[in-house]
């Protein structure tokens, strides 16, 4: 039982460098989710996705795209990294039928800009 | 503004001591309210979901409850391993969904 696989699980990355964020679900949900997560903040939505080909923006999407070319694969890219992208981040998914379902989540990359 | 906010941020006790965590909200439209546990370097785990008020959920040591402004995790006689962190999260329409910043539970032997 993989459930929500996240890779890698730690990064430092150089201001202005990308990278590409790998979420992976094996439980055949249609919503995919990515979370950043501060400390002493709560989860921020980043990106959603309601199945292949579909995605949208959540609260704090600036700095991010998203692409959801599977039901299995929600991968998060980061194009030129700024020191306030420095956190943890989460990929989440939900079963389908309706959005209003518990998500199961990832343990997370923890990525440094420095 | 929706928004969502836990109390207390830390909350130590004694093994057997029971306590509550509380979650307060104020929303346009409450789809569900979902309560979650944080490991250290994990992610977040599903523990209940509530979706209208005077609905009460148990689950060995937690009992959640929800009225229309706040909900509670009551935890009963916790012990060591109930140490975490408790996360409540609001779904505010269909894809939205807030979450406080978390209450830290240590539980000492």
């Known amino acids: 039982n993989a459930g929500v696989t996240q890779t890698p699980k730690f990064r430092i990355l150089k201001i202005g460098q990308s990278m590409t964020l790998q979420c992976a679900q094996d439980?055949?949900?249609?919503?995919m989710y990515w979370y950043r997560q501060d400390p002493g903040m709560g989860l921020k939505l980043i990106y959603y996705s309601v199945g292949a080909g579909i995605t949208d923006k959540g609260e704090v999407p600036n700095g991010y795209n998203v692409s959801r070319s599977t039901t299995e694969d929600f991968p998060l890219r980061l194009e030129l990294a700024a020191p306030s992208q420095t956190s943890v981040y989460f990929c989440?998914?939900?079963?389908?039928?309706?959005?209003?379902?518990?998500?199961?989540f990832g343990d997370g990359t923890r990525l440094s800009i420095l | 503004e929706d928004q969502v906010t836990q109390s207390p941020e830390a909350l130590r006790l004694q093994e057997g001591e029971s306590s509550s965590l509380n979650c307060s909200y104020t929303?346009?439209?409450?789809?569900?309210l979902f309560w979650y546990r944080q490991d250290p370097g994990k992610g977040p785990e599903f523990l209940f979901t509530?979706?209208?008020a005077g609905e009460e959920k148990e689950k060995e040591r937690l009992k959640a409850t929800l009225t229309k402004k706040e909900s509670f995790l009551h935890i009963t006689a916790p012990k060591p391993e109930d140490s975490a962190t408790y996360l409540c999260?609001?779904?505010?329409?269909?894809?939205?969904?807030?979450f406080g910043a978390g209450t830290r539970l240590t539980v000492k032997p």
């Open positions: 439980m055949n949900h249609n919503y």
């Open positions: 989440a998914s939900s079963p389908p039928g309706s959005s209003n379902q518990p998500q199961h």
């Open positions: 509530l979706y209208s």
């Open positions: 999260a609001v779904q505010v329409n269909n894809n939205d969904m807030r």
């Open positions: 929303v346009s439209g409450l789809r569900g």
